[in-house]
């Protein structure tokens, strides 16, 4: 369902409860064969899964145990704020602020440490999560990263190529300066990996320090600029679906293709 109106397209409810194909459910649908509360459905028409819903005249009783489809949260995370459920050390968590859950739990898309700000996905899907967390995806994320230090043609060169560090070696996809001098040089850096602090320890591989790392991407869901630290809002319906197309776990629509 929609994270925000807890509804979503008729084609998409009947497939996820196995009823037949999408397209062939589109094509039910454009006959008239499908009914809602007793109204001929329409192309595009949205359902939560509660309304009597007939093919045929016949109910379809599989919606009865279909499950509440799941939710992704698009929470910006501050600095100083720690991506586990509790701290022994008292400090303030990511899911302090997070909506409260009956029969599920947020489960975080990996984690951004203590001093990082930005984009941090969570779902009450755990087969998401993962999937958007193994290696094998390689789903990019994008950092605005602020640092100090020397940063030259070679600097660039060497990040792009590989550093080798403790746990093997590591490089950007990309790396563009986009502003500042001095210790305030600013530069976008996107990686396809997960390892922990990974940017930071790159950087400073190269002798520079990281001074600001703000997540600003996470495949193909962005950060959006009005979405002040703290805040957080539910992903909407082309948002969860590139996601899940990224994740390997839903094909994309025939009209449109993954950006990432």
């Given amino acids: 369902m929609s994270p925000s109106t807890g509804t979503e397209r008729l084609q998409k409810v009947l497939a996820g409860a196995g009823v037949g194909s999408r397209r062939e459910i589109e094509q039910w649908i454009r006959l008239g064969r499908i009914t ?19 093919i045929d005249g016949r109910q379809i009783p599989a919606l009865r145990k279909t499950r509440p489809s799941p939710r992704v949260l698009l929470y910006h995370k501050p600095s100083g704020e720690v991506c586990t459920r509790s701290d022994p050390e008292g400090r303030p968590t990511v899911f302090d602020r ?12 990996g984690r951004l440490d203590l001093a990082t700000s930005g984009l941090l996905l969570l779902t009450t899907d755990g087969g998401l999560a993962n999937a958007l967390m193994h290696p094998s995806r390689e789903i990019e994320r994008e950092y605005a990263v602020r640092v100090q230090g020397t940063v030259s043609d070679a600097t660039l060169q060497r990040v792009r190529e590989g550093i080798p560090l403790e746990d093997g070696v590591a490089r950007f996809d990309s790396v563009e300066p ?5 210790s305030n040089q ?3 850096v996107v990686v396809s990996e997960g390892r922990n602090r990974l940017v930071r320890r790159v950087w400073e591989a190269v002798e520079c320090r990281v001074s600001r790392l703000i997540r600003v991407r996470y495949g193909p869901v962005e950060l ?18 590139a996601l ?3 994740a390997g776990l839903r094909e994309a629509e025939p009209d449109s293709a993954p950006r990432y």
């Avoid at 986009?178 to 001095?182: A, M, N, P």
């Fill in 36 to 54: 809602i509360n007793g109204n001929v459905a329409t192309l595009g028409q949205k359902v939560s899964g509660r309304e009597k819903i007939l």
């Fill in 98 to 109: 997070l909506p409260p859950l009956q029969g599920s739990r947020w489960i975080n898309v």
């Fill in 244 to 246: 899940y197309v990224a």
């Fill in 224 to 241: 959006p600029r009005s979405l002040r630290p703290g805040h957080h809002r539910l992903l909407k319906d082309k948002e969860l679906d």
């Fill in 186 to 188: 600013w530069l976008h």
């Fill in 178 to 182: 986009t502003g500042g001098d001095g």
